[in-house]
T-cell receptor
Framework: EAEVAQSPRYKITEKSQAVAFWCDPISGHATLYWYRQILGQGPELLVQFQDESVVDDSQLPKDRFSAERLKGVDSTLKIQPAELGDSAMYLC??????????FGPGTRLTVL | AQKITQTQPGMFVQEKEAVTLDCTYDTSDQSYGLFWYKQPSSGEMIFLIYQGSYDEQNATEGRYSLNFQKARKSANLVISASQLGDSAMYFCAMKGTHLGAGSYQLTFGKGTKLSVIP
């Protein structure tokens, strides 16, 4: 069964360091989403891609966060520099059309 | 703006019993959809069930059913015959604000932690 892949699963870093997360959506899924989930909360959308284009990045803290999906397939989310408040689960999801979003296993980030 | 409210931070249910998880929503959209996702401790969000705002019948998927009351703006999840493996966080989410070309925004509630007791 096709799945959304994410790596790494866990990341521990010190504040002011740079971190990067990778996501490979289900093959054929044009839409890719990055969410941030703070402990005890529901996921919140950071950025949304349609193919290689950004559809919505209104909630992305652009001073430190960046996201790209250069070839319209896999995607990278970067944080530079990381802050203590960035500790969270980062979830990637993909969808084919207007169907449900399929989520990956997430990357759990801890900033020390 | 869309809003999802889940008022139950935690719920307990005896194994084999049924349980209802509450979800209310607020939106000005005429067309919308409601999802329920399960998130075990491993972190992955697992899709359970979907209800469209124009669907005339309540959605069902195996042991999961969605009690959709449009006038009350509620979309409660009912899990029948609870199993130990059902212990997890459950999130209600709303699909709205279609952004074109098949993409849409998904707004999540804060979740309910369900614990199934043997």
């Amino acid at each position: 069964e096709a799945e959304v892949a994410q790596s790494p699963r866990y990341k521990i870093t010190e504040k002011s360091q740079a971190v990067a997360f990778w996501c490979d959506p289900i093959s054929g899924h044009a839409t890719l989403y990055w969410y941030r989930q703070i402990l005890g909360q529901g996921p919140e959308l950071l950025v949304q891609f349609q193919d290689e284009s950004v559809v919505d990045d209104s909630q992305l803290p652009k001073d430190r966060f960046s996201a790209e999906r250069l070839k319209g397939v896999d995607s990278t989310l970067k944080i530079q520099p990381a802050e203590l408040g960035d500790s969270a689960m980062y979830l990637c999801a993909s969808s084919f059309s207007r169907d449900e979003q399929f989520f990956g296993p997430g990357t759990r980030l801890t900033v020390l | 703006a869309q809003k999802i409210t889940q008022t139950q931070p935690g719920m307990f249910v005896q194994e084999k019993e049924a349980v209802t998880l509450d979800c209310t929503y607020d939106t000005s959209d005429q067309s919308y959809g409601l999802f329920w996702y399960k998130q075990p401790s491993s972190g992955e969000m697992i899709f359970l069930i979907y209800q469209g705002s124009y669907d005339e019948q309540n959605a069902t998927e195996g042991r999961y059913s969605l009690n959709f009351q449009k006038a009350r703006k509620s979309a409660n999840l009912v899990i029948s015959a609870s199993q130990l493996g059902d212990s997890a966080m459950y999130f209600c989410a709303m699909k709205g604000t279609h952004l074109g070309a098949g993409s849409y925004q998904l707004t999540f509630g804060k979740g309910t932690k369900l614990s199934v007791i043997p």
